[in-house]
């Protein structure tokens, strides 16, 4: 059973930095991309930053310059290093892998990290 467990989210202040990891585990043939979502209070999900199996990467405007996504192949890991967060940026941050288990290919979701901006 593959599954992805983040780590990392917590209480900031303005100003401040934190780096969010997400891994994946269990029977895993192969990765393609992953990604990270948020989702504010009253708001709907949406897309922060993407890196392909190739490490190209992508960012949603809001975070160009402040955020920086990678990852690390061989332990199935996606990281989101975020820096200059705003109180905008408060929300529960879910990561996304394409994954290849013995049964194909498939979207996984992790179960989402609490990020609070707040003085």
């Known amino acids: 059973q593959v599954q992805l467990v983040e780590s990392g989210g917590g209480l900031v202040q303005p100003g401040g930095s934190l780096r969010l990891s997400c891994a994946a585990s269990?029977?895993?043939?192969?990765?393609?991309?992953m990604g990270w979502y948020r989702q504010a209070p009253g708001k709907q999900r949406e897309l922060v930053a993407t890196?392909?199996?190739?490490?190209?990467?992508s960012y949603v405007d809001s975070v160009k310059g402040r955020f920086t996504i990678s990852r690390d192949n061989a332990k199935n890991t996606v990281y989101l290093r975020m820096n200059s967060l705003k109180p905008e940026n408060t929300a529960v941050y879910y990561c996304?892998?394409?994954?290849?288990?013995?049964?194909?290919?498939?979207?996984?979701w992790g179960q989402g990290t609490q990020v609070t901006v707040s003085s």
């Open positions: 890196v392909t199996s190739g490490s190209s990467t």
């Open positions: 269990g029977s895993i043939w192969g990765t393609n991309e």
């Open positions: 996304y892998a394409g994954l290849r288990s013995p049964t194909g290919w498939g979207g996984y």
